[in-house]
Structures are given as C-alpha cells and as structure tokens.
C-alpha cells in the first residue's frame, strides 16, 4: 500500500520541477545577465535619447543597456 501512495507523489514532484524549468533554465538565466557596471555608450547620442533615463540595465526594456552619455545615462538599443 506505501508504494502505491509513493508513485503518484513522484510523478507530481518531477512533473512539477518540468513546470518550473528544472536546472536547464537556470544556467540560461545566468549566461545572459547583463554586466552591473554602466559603461559609455558606444554608439552616437542625440539629445532626444536623453528623455530615457536609467540607473540600472533592469530599468530599460527588452535589448536595451543603461549606459553613459553627454546628458547622463540613458537607455540605449543593443540592435
């Protein structure tokens, strides 16, 4: 009887760690974290640039870096 009460707990336990993305999603997660210090900008500004203002990576949207320029730092698009 134990063993029978063992199986379903099991298969809830592994079915729920493929539901949260098991170990493959956290070595995702870490490759492509953005670096913490702000650099400067490598590509030209102008001053409307200067209306997205940033502290930190996570402030600016999707393919965006915080990083420095004339005006302070500013979001900018990796593309």
């Known amino acids: 009887m134990p063993a029978r009460a063992l199986l379903p707990i099991l298969l809830l336990c592994v079915l729920l760690q493929q539901t949260e993305g098991g170990r493959h999603n956290q070595r995702r997660t870490q490759r492509t974290q953005l670096?913490?210090?702000?650099?400067?900008?490598?590509?030209?500004?102008?001053?409307?640039?200067?209306r997205r203002r940033?502290?930190?990576?996570?402030?600016?949207?999707?393919?965006?870096?915080?990083?420095?320029?004339?005006?302070?730092?500013?979001?900018?698009?990796?593309l």
Request: charged share 15%.
């Open 35 to 50: 670096p913490t210090e702000i650099k400067v900008c490598e590509r030209p500004t102008n001053i409307h640039m200067c």
């Open 54 to 78: 940033c502290e930190y990576h996570q402030e600016c949207q999707a393919n965006n870096i915080c990083c420095s320029t004339f005006c302070g730092n500013v979001c900018m698009s990796l």
